[in-house]
C-alpha cells in the first residue's frame, strides 16, 4: 500500500457528477468467496418481509445476537458493497445509490442498525448497547451470516464510524471504504475535554440524552426529533413528508430509544459498555490508521458537527482522497447527492488494483 496526496484536482467534485464506467471486472482477484456466500444465501434463514421497499424486499437473517433486516441487491456473484446509515436515517438514505450500484455490477447490501427497521434482537435479556465497537461487530456477524468474505464499506454518520472501525481492526475484511466526514472512531477520554461554547451547542442533543428529561423526550418526540435534526443536519436540503416519514417509520423499532441513548450517553462516559467489548475500545481509543483504500467525502453545507480533513488526512496511511460535494449538500449526503457517492465507491474499486 502507498498514500496518495489529497486529491486536490477533485476537491470540487459536484453532487451532480455523471456516474460512468464499465462493471467491475476481475471477480475472482476480490476474493469475494461467491460460491460460499450462496450457500450462505440458500441456506440461511433469510425470508422476504411484507413491507414493501423502493430499493428491494427486506429480508431478514441470523447474525451474531441480532435478527437483521437488510436489502440485498444485484448478483450474488459480483463485487460486494455494504452501506451502512446513521442516526437518525435509514436505508433510504441509499434508495438512489442502490440501483446506481447494481447497474455498475455490484451486490449491495443494506442492513437496518440495531434499534432500526426491522432488525431485532434474539434475546430479550442482551443488553441494548449502542457503544461503538458492537455496531462493527454487528457489521462482522453479518457479512459472516452471509458468506461474504470482503466488501467495500461506505457509510455516514454512525455508518461512516462504523465502516472506520472495521477497516481499521479489520483490513482483511474490507476492500475499500467511503467515509461521510472523514475519520471517526472515538476516544472517551478525548470527549471528556470541554469544546469551546459553539461547538458544544452543536451537540446539544447529546448532552440533552444524557439527562432522564431527554430520554424521556425522545420517547415522546422521536419524529419531531429527527426531523429537527434532519433541518439543522442538512439546511439547504428541502425533503418532502414522504421522504422523512419513509425513514422515520424506522424509528418505531422497540429498541430505538434505548440504543439511540445508550450509544450518546457510552460517548460521554456516562453509561458503560459491555466489558467484552473492553479490547476492542482500548485499541479504538489509540487512533489506529486505515490503509485500506478510502475515499472522504465532505458536503459544502453539513450543519451537523464534524471534523476538518487537516485534521484526519493522516489517518489513512494507504491510498487515500478527499472530495468535497458542492451544491448545498448537508449531512445525509448519500441521499443529498447519490451519484458523487456512488462514484466514490466505484472509484475506491479501482483505487483497490491500481
Not at 177 to 204: C, D
Amino acid at each position: 500500500m502507498y498514500r496518495d496526496d489529497v486529491d486536490q484536482e477533485r476537491r470540487r467534485f459536484l453532487g451532480t457528477a455523471v456516474l460512468t464506467g464499465a462493471a467491475p471486472t476481475g471477480a475472482a482477484v476480490w476474493e469475494l468467496g461467491a460460491a460460499e456466500s450462496l450457500h450462505a444465501m440458500r441456506n440461511s434463514r433469510a425470508r422476504s418481509n411484507p413491507m414493501p421497499d423502493p430499493i428491494g424486499p427486506i429480508k431478514q437473517i441470523t447474525a451474531g445476537t441480532l435478527d437483521v433486516g437488510y436489502v440485498d441487491a444485484g448478483s450474488a456473484l459480483n463485487p460486494v458493497v455494504m452501506l451502512l446509515h446513521g442516526w437518525p436515517y435509514d436505508i433510504h438514505s441509499f434508495d438512489a445509490v442502490v440501483p446506481l450500484l447494481t447497474n455498475a455490477g455490484f451486490r449491495v447490501i443494506v442492513p437496518f442498525v440495531r434499534g432500526f427497521g426491522s432488525t431485532r434482537f434474539l434475546s430479550a435479556s442482551t443488553p441494548r448497547n449502542g457503544q461503538q465497537a458492537v455496531l462493527a461487530v454487528d457489521t462482522i456477524a453479518l457479512m459472516d451470516a452471509l458468506g461474504i468474505q470482503r466488501a467495500t464499506l461506505d457509510g455516514f454518520d454512525w455508518g461512516a464510524r462504523t465502516a472506520n472501525i472495521v477497516a481499521a481492526l479489520w483490513p482483511e475484511r474490507t476492500i475499500g471504504m467511503v467515509s461521510v466526514s472523514g475519520y471517526l472512531i472515538g476516544n472517551r477520554e478525548q470527549n471528556l475535554v470541554p469544546l469551546p461554547p459553539t461547538a458544544e451547542l452543536s451537540w446539544w442533543y447529546q448532552y440533552y440524552f444524557a439527562t432522564e428529561r431527554g430520554q424521556l423526550g425522545y420517547e415522546k418526540y422521536r419524529r419531531e426529533f429527527a426531523r429537527l435534526i434532519w433541518q439543522q443536519a442538512s439546511p439547504q436540503w428541502k425533503f418532502d413528508d414522504a421522504t422523512f416519514n419513509r425513514s422515520a417509520a424506522s424509528f418505531d423499532n422497540p429498541d430505538d430509544v434505548d440504543i439511540v441513548i445508550h450509544n450518546y450517553r457510552w460517548r460521554l462516559g456516562v453509561a458503560a459498555g459491555e466489558a467484552q467489548y473492553d479490547d476492542l475500545e482500548r485499541r479504538l481509543a489509540a487512533g489506529p490508521g486505515i490503509a485500506v483504500p478510502t475515499i472522504t467525502l465532505e458536503g459544502d453545507a453539513n450543519g451537523a458537527p464534524h471534523p476538518d480533513p487537516s485534521a484526519y488526512a493522516a489517518k489513512f496511511t494507504g491510498r487515500y482522497k478527499h472530495r468535497v460535494i458542492s451544491g448545498g449538500v448537508g449531512h445525509n449526503l448519500p441521499q443529498e447527492a447519490p451519484l458523487a457517492f456512488a462514484q466514490a465507491i466505484k472509484d475506491v474499486a479501482g483505487m483497490s488494483f491500481t
